[in-house]
């Protein structure tokens, strides 16, 4: 084996193990991504559902109905700018694009 030979070899197996190694970085940075979006969607959940459920308890909430009431008109409000008024057949209502 010549010398040239030798050390293109020895490069081509350089550049081999450092795309590897890139490869995987990239896989690892993947992988951290998405375990810190799981775990924020998680805490934002959990807040969430804690944050309702005390106000529930200081303003004496108790029915399930009023409850649902209560979190549809909160998302009703959230989401008013997507929100456009049409006239029915028989009756007004709201829809969102």
């Not at 081509?12 to 775990?39: F, H, L």
């Not at 029915?63 to 008013?80: A, C, I, P």
């Amino acid at each position: 084996m010549a010398q040239g030979e030798s050390s293109q070899i020895i490069t081509n197996s350089s550049m081999t193990s450092a795309s590897e190694k890139v490869e995987a970085g990239r896989a690892q940075a993947g992988y951290i991504n998405a375990v810190a979006d799981a775990e924020n969607t998680a805490a934002f959940t959990t807040a969430y559902v804690t944050g309702l459920r005390n106000l529930y308890t200081r303003l004496n909430i108790t029915d399930q109905d009023e409850k649902l009431t209560y979190m549809m008109v909160r998302e009703l409000e959230n989401s008013r700018d997507n929100l456009y008024t049409s006239y029915g057949f028989d009756k007004h209502t709201l829809y969102s694009p």
